[in-house]
């Protein structure tokens, strides 16, 4: 068996469009999205997604904001740029940009955005509202990665409802909400969620229909971890150091041999990733159609 790519580039490319349009309405009605980001340091991965939250927003329509820190920032450094983006009234959402550099305390800087602003759905009340299962007539905002997983799968058609899923990694961005949404009214699946304590890995893994790595070990997951034909996501991601050439190479939490057993593979780079970025646009196009309709 070859898995089937679940291809994030192509499938965050079509939210893309659909998202265009929508932004054109909005528009229309005197309503400009716009997505701060706060980016504090200069934590080489962190400088490239934020660059392309910026692409994406100009790819698109939106507005964007960007506020970059020093690595030498403060604590009240970083609670004056939060406090000025809660005050920014052209951005209508943002982020703050994980993770901050050590000595920041981030559960104390996500509480300080204000949860109509919150882009990426990690403000307490936004997580609050997704253990509530609250939607609809509340703009919540769901984290942008287990949103993005939740999207690919139900445009490729993988069954979902009833499944036995298994999380590797119970991180805030992806492993525990992800968890949550999962187990959600509509989706129902059951979650086991995994992390450095699980005690035999290989097993929980092995019955799942759905596994996703997002834990940051270069090829954790190994191919006789996984039932034949199920749907694998590699969301984890390293910067390793290439031997003979000195380059920065990423490496997934996923052995690439594992495709000769999943029946969908969701690769890494080009899978999770850029429907992470995708979910985002969608989160601060969403609180803008909210916007309108108070
Ligand atoms: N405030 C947040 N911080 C972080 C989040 C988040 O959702 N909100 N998630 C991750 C980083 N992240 C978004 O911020 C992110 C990670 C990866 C990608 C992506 O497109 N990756 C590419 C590879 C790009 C590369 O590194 O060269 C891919 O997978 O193809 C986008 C966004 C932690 N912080």
């Known amino acids: 068996m070859t898995a089937i790519t679940l291809d994030g580039v192509a499938t965050a490319s079509a939210v893309k469009s659909e998202l265009a349009s929508r932004i054109a309405l909005l528009r229309a009605h005197g309503v400009v999205p716009g997505l701060g980001t706060l980016l504090v340091g200069d934590d080489p991965g962190s400088k490239s997604y934020v660059a392309g939250k910026h692409r994406d927003c100009a790819e698109v329509g939106i507005e964007s904001i960007r506020v970059d820190l020093p690595a030498s920032a403060t604590t009240a450094d970083v609670r004056a740029a939060i406090r000025d983006l809660n005050a920014a009234s052209e951005v ?23 949860p109509d602003k919150d882009a990426d759905g990690l403000h307490p009340t936004n997580l609050g509202r997704l253990v509530l299962g609250i939607e609809g007539e509340l703009h919540s905002p769901l984290p942008c990665t287990p949103a993005g997983i939740v999207e690919m799968l139900r445009r490729y058609d993988v069954p979902i409802r ?30 086991t969620l995994t992390h450095s304590r699980t005690i035999d890995l290989a097993a929980e893994v092995r019955r799942a229909d759905i596994v996703v790595a997002a834990v940051g070990v270069p090829h954790l997951v190994k191919p006789e971890w996984i039932r034949p034909g199920a749907a694998v996501l590699d969301v984890g991601i390293t910067r ?25 593979l969701s690769p890494n780079p080009g899978g999770v990733g850029p429907m992470t970025r995708a979910m985002l646009l969608a989160n601060v196009v969403k609180s803008a159609e909210f916007k309108l309709a108070r």
Do not use: C, W
């Not at 209508?92 to 204000?114: C, F, K, R, S, W």
């Open 240 to 264: 390793v150091q290439d031997e003979e050439t000195g380059k920065a190479r990423l490496t997934g939490d996923v052995d690439p041999d594992v495709a000769s057993v999943a029946g969908h």
């Open 162 to 191: 009833g499944r036995h899923v298994t999380v590797i990694g119970r991180g805030l961005t992806v492993g525990r909400p992800l968890g949550l949404l999962f187990t959600r009214k509509g989706l129902d699946a059951t979650v």
């Open 92 to 114: 209508t959402g943002y982020i703050v940009q994980l993770p901050l550099p050590a000595g920041h305390d981030e559960n104390a800087m996500l509480e300080l955005i204000d």
